[in-house]
């Protein structure tokens, strides 16, 4: 592993940190009103949902850093690299479903694809 890998990772743990950190402060609930469904944002999705994305990708990114963990420090961030890039698929499918643009997930999803590759 070169300093380029490993510059990557802490490239992509940062990003990932500010977005997941991102994901579950910006958004503040509502309040609904009597008899009301679930209450859902401006992207489509409920609350929930987009907390535990933010959740998950703090998780991993801190997960792409860990000096120590229970399995070898390798296998951790092969296993946070495959869930973002996994994740990164699934927003890129939701964004070309609502006629956004996918640019910057498929540049996130290659940058985790760099660092998945980098720690094989």
């Known amino acids: 592993m070169n300093s380029l890998d490993r510059f990557m990772e802490y490239l992509a743990a940062g990003v990932f940190l500010w977005i997941g950190v991102r994901n579950i402060y910006s958004y503040t609930r509502r309040p609904k009103a009597l008899g009301a469904g679930q209450t859902r944002l401006p992207m489509g999705l409920p609350y929930g949902?987009?907390?535990?994305?933010?959740?998950?990708?703090v998780v991993a990114a801190l997960a792409l850093v860990a000096p120590i963990g229970f399995w070898p420090q390798a296998t951790l961030v092969r296993l946070a690299a495959v869930g973002l890039a996994g994740l990164m698929v699934a927003?890129?499918?939701h964004h070309v479903r609502r006629q956004e643009s996918a640019a910057p997930?498929?540049?996130?999803?290659l940058l985790t694809l760099f660092v998945l590759v980098g720690r094989w």
């Open 49 to 57: 949902a987009i907390v535990a994305v933010g959740l998950f990708e």
């Open 91 to 93: 927003s890129s499918i």
């Open 105 to 109: 997930t498929v540049a996130l999803f």
